[in-house]
């Protein structure tokens, strides 16, 4: 892995992936707590709506899908408040018409004809320098934002009804954080892919939820674990010639599902190592 370092695209993969897991690991450690990860699942589904928006008029790809997923995130942002009983379904069928009309969009752009794959799985390895800069300066803007308002997130995060009580506003503090997971997913969508922020948003926070004392420790834990899976994965593409995005995806899901193994042995090896009920052992005192 060391020797691939002295390629200047490499260089540019390695510290995309970085930032994207210091990213992913802030904002999906509180996608996780809020249980909101089918709610960004939608609204990384839905910006392909504002891809095609972009290639279709011409606009700057930042304008279109920004623009698009930013409205799509309040629209489902609202739903999921007013109507919680039928917020998966809405957001399904949103998520669902966003994809098909960008796909539609791209089909119907004169003259040219993208590569979705390259916005599902993304081209780590082709990052400019400039997108680099840009997830620096959005990674500000998230860790400002978290920071300014951790009390308040922290509130809402384990009881609402307590945060209302204490004065905080709980209801533009979730249309907030939503409007900043849209930004996230935007941003990081470009460099690694729809499929990969998904998977960094929620696999690294899961593991480390259990482990955790604290939402910030939570938040540096997926950090650091998302950085591993991406190391990683990098390493696995550059030594056996593969996509980079899909090795970092298969990396972190085969640590989900070891972790999940793991927990659930550990979990019925307390359960079969607890000593017999005192009632058994009292059996036969009566007269």
């Known amino acids: 892995m060391l020797e691939a370092l002295q390629y200047e695209f490499m260089r540019n993969a390695l510290a995309a992936g970085l930032l994207a897991s210091v990213i992913c690991g802030i ?7 809020n249980r909101i990860v089918f709610l960004s699942g939608g609204i990384a589904h839905a910006s392909y709506g504002g891809i095609g928006l972009s290639f279709f008029f011409g606009w700057p790809y930042l304008v279109g899908t920004l623009g698009f997923s930013f409205t799509a995130a309040m629209v489902m942002a609202a739903v999921s408040l007013k109507a919680k009983h039928r917020a998966d ?6 998520w669902a018409v966003g994809m098909a009309c960008g796909i539609i969009l791209l089909d119907l752009t004169p003259g040219y004809n993208v590569d979705l794959m390259s916005y599902l799985f993304g081209s780590i390895l082709t ?11 959005v990674g ?4 400002g934002f978290v920071i300014y308002f951790y009390q308040d997130l ?21 249309f907030a954080l939503i409007g900043m997971l849209a930004v996230t997913i935007v941003m990081v ?17 899961f593991i480390v939820e259990k482990y955790a004392k604290s939402l910030f420790q ?16 990098l390493w696995l593409s550059y030594a056996f010639d593969l996509t980079s995005g899909a090795s ?22 307390r359960r079969h190592s607890k000593p017999a009920p005192a009632a058994n052992q009292q059996h036969g005192t009566n007269p």
């Open 27 to 33: 904002m999906g450690t509180l996608v996780v707590v």
């Open 89 to 94: 379904t809405i957001i399904g069928v949103i």
């Open 127 to 137: 990052v400019p320098g400039s997108d680099l800069w840009i997830m620096l300066i």
């Open 140 to 143: 500000a803007m998230i860790a």
């Open 154 to 174: 922290l509130a809402i995060s384990y009881d609402e009804e307590f945060a209302r009580i204490r004065g905080v506003p709980t209801r533009a503090l979730y």
């Open 189 to 205: 969508i470009q460099v690694v892919g729809l499929i990969l922020v998904i998977a960094l948003l929620t696999i690294p926070p």
């Open 218 to 233: 939570m938040m540096m834990g997926s950090s650091l674990l998302g950085a591993v899976f991406t190391i990683s994965g």
């Open 248 to 269: 970092i995806i298969l990396v972190a899901g085969i640590a989900f599902f070891l972790y999940f193994l793991v927990d659930r042995l550990m979990i019925g090896r």
